[in-house]
Nanobody
Framework: QVQLVESGGGLVQAGGSLRLSCAASGRTFSSFTMGWFRQAPGKEREFVATISWSGDDTDYADSVKGRSTISRDNAENTVYLQMNNLKPDDTAAYYC??????????????????WGQGTQVTVSS
């Protein structure tokens, strides 16, 4: 079993920045593809960013591309999402996810077997 705990969310003004963290426990995820997703009230969960098991490959949703950076520190079993120039549309609960059977970047939710409880990001206008 892999447990994921997100942190780093909060209330920020538009244009501000946050760094979200996802700490894993239970077993190493060094060989897992990792992803960040978000969900706003009344909306479906949507892809934000993903990173390969090695950390060499990343992919981003168009809505955050150029403003966000996903990274990982396998030695610490931690994945990060740096978010800059935040917009009100970024307001959502952000979820970290792990895909233990995959190595490459993944945009779809179905390969991800493990999910955190989420951390709330609220961006004021």
């Amino acid at each position: 079993q892999v447990q994921l705990v997100e942190s780093g969310g909060g209330l920020v003004q538009a244009g501000g920045s946050l760094r979200l963290s996802c700490a894993a426990s239970g077993r190493t995820f060094s060989s897992f593809t990792m992803g960040w997703f978000r969900q706003a009230p009344g909306k479906e969960r949507e892809f934000v960013a993903t990173i390969s098991w090695s950390g060499d490959d990343t992919d981003y949703a168009d809505s955050v591309k150029g403003r966000s950076t996903i990274s990982r520190d396998n030695a610490e079993n931690t994945v990060y999402l740096q978010m800059n120039n935040l917009k009100p549309d970024d307001t959502a609960a952000y979820y970290c996810a792990a895909a233990p059977k995959y190595h490459g970047v993944l945009r779809n939710t179905w390969p991800y077997a493990y999910w955190g409880q989420g951390t709330q990001v609220t961006v004021s206008s």
